[in-house]
């Protein structure tokens, strides 16, 4: 897929290497009444919507909380535009903090030459639009779809259509 080299792209060493840093850095604060389902998980039910006097016992009492940036995700593309052996050879790796203690995940690493993909990424069958726009990084809409190791054979079909 042709990529605009216009788009925060830049150029390594006068080369044919571009080059795109990207990611988000996120910082969440959970606070647990006392009985907490997991170390980053929580029960939205148990919040409070109205204060009451049972809200300000449990602010006085003092709460469990942690920061967390575990949602941070960072991001390294790189491209060849020009002709040569690999023309059009696009490589992605993307990671986040979801690892065990906190240690960097990987979610996706592929290489992507112009007719076939090989690594780890969505699913060919996963559906990135139906996700759930959300900040919930603990329940199921965190963990929708998979990510799978593998190679995918991508054919012209005609016009911008591939299959």
């Known amino acids: ?6 788009d ?19 910082l969440d604060l959970y606070l647990d009444q006392g009985d907490p389902v997991g170390l980053f998980a929580f029960t939205p039910s ?3 919507t109205v204060p009451s006097e049972e809200g300000r016992r449990f602010l006085e009492l003092g709460t469990d909380s942690r920061l967390s940036f575990r949602r941070t995700r960072l991001s390294l593309d790189a491209y060849t535009p020009r002709p040569a052996v690999w023309q059009g050879t696009r490589f992605y790796m993307e990671a986040d903090f979801f690892g065990k203690d906190g240690a960097p995940r990987l979610r996706h690493a592929y290489v992507e030459l112009p007719y076939l993909v090989l690594g780890r990424t969505n ?7 139906a996700e759930p726009e ?21 054919v012209p079909i005609g016009g911008d259509y591939r299959f």
């Open 1 to 6: 897929m042709p990529v605009d080299l216009n």
């Open 8 to 26: 925060d792209y830049f150029r390594l060493l006068k080369g044919n290497l571009w080059l795109k840093p990207g990611g988000f850095v996120e």
């Open 46 to 48: 148990q919040i409070g």
């Open 123 to 129: 699913s060919a069958f996963r559906d990135t639009d």
């Open 134 to 154: 959300t900040v919930d990084a603990n329940g199921p809409n965190a963990r929708f779809g998979s990510r799978q190791q593998g190679v995918r054979v991508i």
